[in-house]
């Protein structure tokens, strides 16, 4: 009964730390976050000191044992999730010596043209499950090298930032085949670092991680953690996973016939299921929980983002039920315009770092609430787009659970994405999906049953789609991707132009 098992969730505007049951219930009162925010420029950086981000984890560790510890309970394993994509080099001595980037640094898009010529995008995309795009390892490292190679030369190792915790915690750093799988150098289906991808690269898997699964915990905290932490001293830290794998592991989206859709600051739209391998389709990404499971999608650098960024640029009531409730008297795509929900640049289906967002149609007669119903209206297109070549690869995936504190406040926005995909959704009452994944790795390896199946999730809310709405919708997302195909096309003739 006292038993219990600590999740971490390292993320890129907090972390937590939540305290799980063996049935993989979130424990009341048992939690702790930590807010944070990477730098950022106008040339598209987005970094963290990597020793910081640790001190912050470690708060958020501290703070959660002290709760523990007043109710006498007994941690039996530590599970981990972190976001995918991003990277930071250590030299000899193991100090970090880059910054931690994020996958949001869009500074390697220099680099993406040059790796084109040395690499067949198509069939580089086929094996590593990845674009040739500044989210992922090679266009960073070939930009670090050619900007900056005095510090390039001085890394030992390239990691992701569950490898740096570890090595501060433990002294050495395995990768997770889940981390390894998104950083654009690994093959999906041999399910080990991609030697082609390499050979384009100046580095070397000398130059890489040992990699395990998340069978393969470690245990014995060096000092001064053991001293610092004496519960967790001894017991299985898991490898940390990614936080998409970790999200539809938490929510129960463990087939292929379930779709986890999250739509947060970001957005992502995925599946997982066990396989021996896999054929990846063109449009969608394609990485790894663990050498037995899969977990493919699209991904979107801007969700809750887009509304937040036109409340405030537009200047609207800061009483978001006042806009909820004027949004819910209006028709579907009423005002006639077309948003391209690209303020970060795009990720799926199109992977073109270049792109913008833009908005299309305004009149005279335009008002505020006009281009926020049109920004939520382009995140959901978004959404149903990469859904259409989704249900292509799994035809059977009916069931959809939708998460994520930008849904979970805006029921309009819930009914929007319903209307656009054309399918019924449930919003789940889990808000610590990604943590809850983390938990249910940590109770495997503590040795306790961690079928999520058999641990009920509270319900959340239904929404049924209406089928007048879904033709206006699915005529509205022609008219977004005609308008993305005219700005491409021209952006591909400018620069054609220019060389």
Same mark, same amino acid.
């Given at each position: 009964m006292n038993d219990v098992v600590l999740a971490l969730d390292i993320g890129t505007s907090s972390s937590r730390a939540i305290v799980f049951d063996t049935r993989g219930r979130a424990v009341d009162g048992l939690r702790s976050q930590v807010h944070y925010e990477p730098r950022t420029d106008d040339d598209g950086a987005s970094e963290f000191d990597a020793d910081v981000l640790v001190d912050h984890v470690a708060e958020c560790i501290g703070k959660v044992l002290s709760l523990v510890d007043a109710r006498k309970l007994q941690i039996r394993a530590v599970g981990i999730c972190t976001f995918w994509h991003s990277m930071l080099g250590i030299d000899a001595s193991g100090q970090a010596v880059t910054p931690l980037y994020t996958w949001a640094d869009t500074r390697g898009k220099s680099a993406v043209t040059d790796l084109r010529r040395k690499l067949d995008p198509d069939a580089y995309h086929a094996r590593t499950g990845c674009a040739l795009h500044p989210s992922y390892f090679p266009a960073r490292l070939a930009w670090l090298h050619d900007s900056d190679a005095l510090r390039f030369n001085t890394v030992k190792r390239w990691m992701s930032p569950g490898e740096f915790l570890f090595l501060r915690l433990f002294g050495d750093a395995q990768c997770s085949v889940s981390m390894a799988s998104a950083t654009g150098l690994f093959d999906q289906n041999q399910c080990g670092w991609d030697a082609e991808t390499l050979d384009a690269l100046p580095i070397s898997t000398d130059n890489l991680p040992v990699l395990v699964d998340i069978d393969a915990p470690s245990r014995g905290l060096k000092e001064p953690w053991a001293s610092r932490w004496p519960p967790l001293a001894d017991v299985p830290w898991v490898p940390a996973i990614g936080d998409g794998a970790s999200s539809n592991l938490g929510s129960g989206c463990d087939t292929d016939r379930q779709i986890a859709i999250n739509l947060g600051t970001s957005g992502a739209i995925r599946v997982l299921w066990p396989a021996d391998r896999v054929d990846i389709p063109p449009e969608?990404?394609?990485?790894?929980?663990?050498?037995?499971?899969?977990?493919?999608?699209?991904?979107?650098?801007?969700?809750?983002?887009?509304?937040?960024?036109?409340?405030?640029?537009?200047?609207?009531?800061?009483?978001?039920?006042?806009?909820?409730?004027?949004?819910?008297?209006?028709?579907?795509?009423?005002?006639?315009?077309?948003?391209?929900?690209?303020?970060?640049?795009?990720?799926?289906?199109? =992977?073109?770092?270049?792109?913008?967002?833009?908005?299309?149609?305004?009149?005279?007669?335009?008002?505020?609430?006009?281009?926020?119903?049109?920004?939520?209206?382009?995140?959901?297109?978004?959404?149903?787009?990469?859904?259409?070549?989704?249900?292509?690869?799994?035809?059977?995936?009916?069931?959809?659970?939708?998460?994520?504190?930008?849904?979970?406040?805006?029921?309009? =926005?819930?009914?929007?994405?319903?209307?656009?995909?054309?399918?019924?959704?449930?919003?789940?009452?889990?808000?610590?999906?990604?943590?809850?994944?983390?938990?249910?790795?940590?109770?495997?390896?503590?040795?306790?049953?961690?079928?999520?199946?058999?641990?009920?999730?509270?319900?959340?809310?239904?929404?049924?789609?209406?089928?007048?709405?879904h033709a206006r919708y699915d005529k509205a997302l022609r008219e977004q991707q005609d308008l993305y195909g005219r700005l491409m096309k021209n952006g591909n003739e400018r620069k054609e132009h220019a060389a």
């Open positions: 969608l990404w394609c990485y790894r929980l663990d050498r037995r499971r899969f977990v493919m999608g699209g991904a979107f650098s801007d969700g809750g983002s887009v509304y937040a960024w036109m409340r405030d640029t537009l200047k609207l009531p800061k009483n978001d039920e006042e806009i909820e409730r004027m949004l819910a008297k209006r028709e579907p795509f009423q005002h006639g315009l077309t948003f391209l929900p690209f303020l970060s640049g795009e990720r799926s289906i199109g =992977w073109r770092p270049d792109a913008r967002a833009t908005l299309q149609g305004l009149r005279i007669s335009t008002e505020p609430l006009d281009i926020v119903q049109a920004g939520m209206e382009g995140v959901a297109l978004r959404f149903a787009l990469v859904a259409e070549a989704l249900h292509k690869a799994f035809p059977d995936a009916n069931e959809i659970r939708v998460s994520g504190g930008a849904l979970g406040e805006s029921e309009v =926005w819930a009914q929007m994405l319903c209307d656009a995909l054309g399918r019924s959704i449930t919003v789940t009452a889990e808000s610590e999906a990604s943590s809850r994944g983390a938990a249910l790795t940590a109770l495997a390896a503590a040795g306790c049953p961690t079928d999520e199946r058999h641990v009920p999730l509270e319900a959340g809310r239904a929404f049924e789609p209406d089928s007048a709405r």
